[in-house]
């Protein structure tokens, strides 16, 4: 099984920065993806960002677009979400998730995704 290992957030004041990065513990192969999803209190956990292995290609939701980037890491299977311009909607417990296999269509939905790490939570103060 693979482990995910989150760092980064805490408290952000909004319009700040803040970075979070995630290293999985073994290699998955070419054809997987690794993301991060997010949920808020009382809501369902929803697709923030992810990115392809074998293209490097990123996905965002619609309320990350352009504020929030996703990368990869010099070291193999670390990614970093980079995210600017936090608004206090933005506040959640961050999760990050690797899928060795995950097929394009799945590429934003939880069930995509074969393994998660413990979350890290991102609070942004108005």
């Known amino acids: 099984q693979v482990q995910l290992v989150e760092s980064g957030g805490g408290l952000v004041q909004a319009g700040g920065s803040t970075r979070l990065s995630c290293t999985a513990s073994?290699?998955?192969?070419?054809?997987?993806?690794m993301g991060w999803f997010r949920q808020a209190p009382e809501k369902e956990r929803e697709f923030v960002a992810a990115?392809?292995?074998?293209?490097?290609?990123?996905y965002y939701s619609d309320s990350v677009k352009d504020r929030f980037t996703i990368s990869k890491g010099d070291a193999r299977y670390t990614v970093y979400l980079q995210m600017n311009s936090l608004e206090p909607e933005d506040t959640a417990a961050y999760y990050c998730?690797?899928?060795?296999?995950?097929?394009?269509?799945?590429?934003?939905?939880?069930?995509?995704?074969?393994?998660w790490g413990q979350g890290t939570q991102v609070t942004v103060s108005s």
């Open positions: 998730a690797a899928g060795r296999g995950t097929i394009l269509s799945m590429t934003s939905k939880p069930r995509g995704y074969n393994d």
């Open positions: 073994i290699r998955f192969g070419s054809s997987g993806a």
């Open positions: 990115i392809r292995w074998n293209n490097n290609r990123p």
